[in-house]
């Protein structure tokens, strides 16, 4: 007989903390990102240069640049779930609309723009620990 010792549980533990990790920091980098896509100005008091087709909505109330946001939020609930989703908040969903009907930039372009620094952002995180 060996004395090996069974840490299938903990690895298993562990493996599911650095994937939510990884899911939180993806979450946070690809909110900021788009938030500053979302960050040109259609300038008052006429708001007479609005985006075109192929760019991303310009900001007249920042409305929709300050609805992107994630959920969960908690890295505990995203290690329970391991999933997280990033979108516009209620009142902020015509950013779609704008998006798919409208061909208009949106979250979705983000998220392909900025794929590089998204991952590079994950370097480092989550880093398994073995006991």
Known sequence: MTDLEWMGDRLEKDLFAA???ILLQAAITL???HKKDLSKSNPPPLHI???KRG????GR???LRDSV???PM???SIVREQSVRVGYRKGAEYGVILGELMGRKWLENSLIENEARILQS????GEARMV
Do not use: C, D, H, I
Not at 55 to 58: C, V
């Open 19 to 21: 994937a939510g990790a």
């Open 31 to 33: 909110q900021g990102l």
């Open 49 to 51: 240069n609005p985006s």
């Open 55 to 58: 760019e991303y909505p310009r």
């Open 61 to 63: 109330t920042w409305n």
């Open 69 to 71: 946001a994630f959920e």
């Open 74 to 76: 908690m890295l505990s």
């Open 122 to 125: 994950l370097q480092g995180v």
